[in-house]
């Protein structure tokens, strides 16, 4: 078993079972469900369980946890060399012996918007999963947004994108990613990016995460019938190519109830030297009780050479109600 003394006195005992963006989930014997504890409010901590800890200049270790009469923590290996480390510094914990579901989190939220005026009707829908070891996370996000409106036709678009990402020392990491996108507004019909790099996370706290990563990626994509200059219906031929990428991805969430994320990628032909896009998004987040929360989003796709002139630009804001494992 585990034990925390909390800042107040207050002692709770149990299975600790992670700590993630400054928060200490705990199971207990005494509660059907798990108690959720801010990391700065732990005066001391006592640990049985095996943990793989990373701190915020990317170091990792494995072993249990205690605290030293000096105020710092001693992370004991299976090995029993002490590790003497600031508790400011630890920034993630996972159980080593964690279960399938516990390694497992994902959400969902739906968002649905009307107005009266020109009968718009728009329907949006998010799902995020991600599975988190000691040694590498996989992530898959998926987003749709139907509109429909009075005298337009109807906009769809799909996007999402499943990728890995494997840890490497000083927080620097591996990724790999598969992403589509299909949008009627910028006739596409299917956007399959294949992308490969590094990455390197510049600030990893219990405050916030904020990452940069860069590589190379394979675009393949085929479009939808569309008008050329003079009225005329016409089809852009598919195409294949390879591009440069940089990419970045900030996390906040040390403030209260909420949270934020914002990402952006930039990409460069490498075979057409006047093409570059822009991916961008981010959420705002709001937790309810119960693991509901409130979330917008913003999206925004920007291309120099789109299928269809003057649709260089696309953007998106969302408002959506979900639930969170």
Avoid at 114 to 143: D, E
């Amino acid at each position: 078993m585990d034990s925390l003394e909390m800042i107040n006195g207050d002692v709770i005992v149990g299975e600790i079972k992670s700590l993630d963006r400054g928060v200490v989930e705990i199971e207990t014997d005494y509660s059907d469900a798990n108690f959720k504890i801010e990391w700065d409010g732990i005066k001391k901590i006592i640990c049985n369980t095996k943990f793989s800890v990373t701190l915020s200049n990317g170091d990792r270790y494995y072993g249990s946890i205690v605290s030293s009469d000096d105020g710092l923590y001693k992370i004991i290996s299976d090995d029993s060399v002490q590790h003497s480390i600031n508790p400011k510094d630890v920034v993630y914990l996972k159980s080593i012996n964690q279960t399938f579901l516990s390694k497992l989190s994902a959400s969902v939220d739906v968002g649905y918007n009307f107005t009266k005026a020109n009968n718009l009707s728009q329907l949006n829908t998010n799902i995020f999963i991600a599975y988190n070891t000691n040694k590498w996370i996989l992530t898959l996000n998926v987003n749709s947004i139907r509109s429909v409106q009075d005298n337009v036709d109807p906009i769809v678009r799909d996007e999402g994108s499943f990728t890995g990402n494997y840890f490497l020392p000083k927080d620097f990491y591996a990724t790999a990613s598969i992403s589509y996108l299909t949008n009627t507004e910028q006739s596409i019909n299917l956007r399959l990016t294949t992308s490969g790099g590094f990455g390197k996370y510049v600030l990893h706290t219990n405050k916030a995460y904020w990452g940069f990563s860069t590589g190379v990626s394979v675009l393949n994509e085929s479009f939808n019938q569309t008008l050329d200059e003079d009225g005329n219906p016409f089809t852009k031929a598919s195409t294949t190519s390879s591009e440069w990428y940089l990419g970045t991805d900030l996390n906040l969430f040390d403030i209260g109830d909420l949270s934020f994320n914002a990402t952006g990628k930039g990409y460069r032909s490498l075979d057409n030297n006047s093409r570059w896009r822009v991916d961008a998004g981010a959420n705002l987040k709001y937790d309810l009780p119960y693991d509901f929360y409130i979330k917008t989003g913003y999206k925004m796709n920007f291309d120099t050479q789109p299928a269809e002139a003057g649709k260089e630009l696309d953007y998106q804001y969302t408002l959506g109600f979900g639930w969170e494992l």
